[in-house]
């Protein structure tokens, strides 16, 4: 497996071995030993699935108290997806990372425990799994706004977002409960 730092050092691609012939192909899209040794040892409690339509943004979201990190893949389509440090103490605090994730690339996109994570669909549907390293905990899920101007997210929109009620109320950056 080839691993990728982004321009926040925390944040990794991982680009799998495609064995492929004329039956199909066949991938690890998780493997431990290869996991660690990029230097991360996570206990994986959650596996996540999702299905959306083009324009579909999901996000930016994150739990304060049971901090989650996700390892995103895409099995259906095609996201570009996003994780935004918000670290206080971290020398990328407020920056962000994109990339495209899709059924054709493989990729797989590690996102640190300590980042808001989202993402929109850019192709007419897809499907996301995702692994969390902490269980789902409403009472600290967050939100921040996915086009807040401070962050500045380019989006990739082919029309007009749809959003979920929670992603059209989330919070400004610079009002935010945020981690140290």
């Known amino acids: 497996m080839n691993i990728r730092k982004t321009k926040i050092p ?9 064995f492929g012939d004329h039956r199909g192909f066949f991938l690890e899209s ?3 030993k290869s996991f660690e040794a990029s230097g991360l ?6 596996d996540n ?4 339509v083009r324009n579909v943004v999901r996000g930016l979201h994150y739990q304060i108290g049971q901090p989650q990190g996700k390892l995103v893949r895409v099995v259906v389509g095609t996201i570009w997806d996003v994780a935004v440090d918000i670290r206080r103490s971290s020398p990328t605090f407020g920056q962000w990372v994109g990339e495209e994730l899709s059924a054709e690339n493989k990729c797989i996109f590690w996102i640190p425990e300590g980042f ?15 692994k969390a390293t902490d269980f789902y905990a409403p009472s600290g899920e967050r939100s921040l706004l996915w086009n807040d101007p401070q962050l500045g997210i380019p ?12 992603d059209r109320t989330g919070i400004s950056f610079n009002q935010a409960e945020l981690f140290e």
């Open 155 to 166: 989006w990739p929109l082919s029309g007009e977002p749809l959003l979920s009620q929670k």
């Open 10 to 18: 925390e944040v990794l691609l991982f680009e799998p071995k495609v």
């Open 30 to 32: 998780y493997n431990q």
């Open 49 to 52: 699935h999702s299905r959306s």
């Open 116 to 130: 808001a994570h989202g993402f929109i669909v850019i192709s007419d549907s897809a499907d996301v799994l995702y």
């Open 41 to 46: 040892k996570r206990n994986f409690v959650q």
